[in-house]
């Protein structure tokens, strides 16, 4: 009798137990890098009524979903939770923490208090019915079960939907740029309040400006200890208002406003610009207003394919030459003109083993169009930067093939990663144009002359890809005077430009223009090149207006292309948010 006592007794527990059939939940998690599942949708489940992710925040309660197999977690992840907070339609938007409390909890190890409303980042959105994309640190190699755990006060009418998950690549900071908010942990924005303690604040002011000066947004990204991005980071920064300056723990880097048409605003900080230790005490801070900033995994480039790093010409000019990748140069695409690639060499000899033999079929008087051995040119000078264009790479590279010309183990190089970044095609083995153009500039000049160089090769490389540009150009060499035409003419004969070719004149023109700020320009062509025209072929000169023998100038010429100069600064500006002399939106 009590045998059958016990049978009866194990019968009913397994009967209830067997009631409690877990029930697959209408939100999974979704996402990318993440390898348990191929299709890459992780269902889950919960034994729980709660299938719809409609969360009631007046109560106390725990809802727990879980996958039938544990997820593998590759490094630098992040888990985003997508959902929306609706308050009852009586009920005022709501307070953060005032009621309720909403928990994610991973494998019941990490605790991540989900954000309520956007104060804690000063996002100007309504607090009633926002929604949320909030990225925590996956800090473990595999996840199992995740949980919601809601602490409510008191009724309070509101509600959170879950809208779905995913699994991410980790980020810190926030992006407001649409409706939907992305944000993270360890991320905050306050405003600064400039105060002018030298104003009288007895004296009745309007607006009662000494106590309410001018307001500055401050962002602060501060990971920190364990949850630190593993491995380079960039810090990608878009919607950009003003000059913000950027403190990195490493560097303070000065943007420059752009007032251009083209409406670009955002910024790549490479990782060579962070703090390479982990940000506990060097927070990242943004002094200025943006609409989105994430400090995120640097790209993971295959170092022999050479993926060009994104970068702009304030940076490349002052990134580091023991953190190439390459010993003999490194590569870019600008920024702001992505269909430019720009090299930076480590020496005049290094450059050269990749352009000169270009150089000379591009642009040489004498040779261009053919190619040119290196015995026949070795005593020849090339340049010291270099731009070309898509079309005039495809033929120096069509020339070599069809002639069987020995190529240098560095122009393989270079057609290889035009190749790759489409600057040039292979159209079933006949090289063709696809787009952009490259420049060149080396670390063997001096400072002050890099700066010179990068300005002026970074204006040819716009003149190559902007039609609308190159016709600005023709208006301007048309309606120049017949004196400083003739003069600059001259000038580029004696470089050994092809004078013949009125694409390349005009190109030249315009970028020896740009090239040095307006303020600095009647003296270099008044001055600088008259004078070195004048003292090496003064046959040239004999045709220009006499010398001012009190100034030492030909003012004639300085004023003719400083007029030239501000021209071509003003398109510059109105159009790229550039100037002469300036095509880098950064300072260090």
Known sequence: MKTNIYIFIFCILLTTNSCRVEKQAEFAISGTGVTAYNDEI??????????????????TKRYDYSLNESARIPRNRSLEIDYSIQSGADTAPLPSGENYTTVLKIDDDSGWLLPDNLSFIKIDKP???IRIRYAVPLQTTRIKKISFEIKGAKKTGAKLYLNGLRFTERFYGFNAEDEIVQVSPFVNRFVNKFVDESVDKSVNQENNAAENGPETPVITINPGG??????????????IKGAPVINTGANVIQYI???????????????????????????????????KALLKPAPQDDALEMTPLTADPGFILKYPVNKWRNKD??????????????????SYEAQDKFFKRVAFFAEKKGFKGRLARDEEIAQLHGWNAHDYNAETLANFFNG????????LEEE???????????IIKNDEGNFTPGGGAVISISRESPEYLRLTFMAHEAFHGIFFIDAEFREFCKQRWDNLNQTAKRFITSYFDFQQYDINDPYLVLNEFMAHCLQQGVSASG??????????????????????????????????????????????????????????????????
């Open 42 to 59: 992780y269902p889950l489940y919960t034994s729980s009524s709660n299938t719809s992710g409609i969360f009631d925040l007046s109560k």
């Open 127 to 129: 607090d009633i019915n």
């Open 226 to 239: 364990d949850y630190a991005i593993s491995g380079p980071r960039i810090l990608f920064i878009d919607g």
């Open 257 to 291: 406003a752009n007032t251009g048409q083209n409406n670009y605003h955002k910024l790549t900080v490479p990782s060579v610009f962070l703090a390479l230790e982990k940000l506990e005490k060097n927070a990242i801070q943004i002094n200025g207003s943006v609409d």
């Open 329 to 346: 140069f490194e590569i870019f695409f600008w920024e702001s003109f992505p269909d430019i690639l720009i090299f930076d060499t480590a």
């Open 400 to 407: 070599a093939k069809k002639t069987s010309f020995p190529l």
């Open 412 to 422: 393989i190089l270079l057609r290889e990663i035009l190749l790759k970044n489409n």
């Open 523 to 588: 003296k270099y062509f008044g001055e600088t090149i008259a004078v070195r025209l004048n003292e090496i072929s003064p046959w040239r000169m004999a045709m220009l207006p006499p010398r001012d023998e009190d100034t030492g100038n030909w003012p004639v010429i300085a004023e003719s292309f400083r007029a030239e100069a501000a021209a071509f600064s003003e398109y510059a500006a109105s159009h790229w948010g550039l100037a002469a002399g300036r095509v880098w939106r950064v300072r260090l």
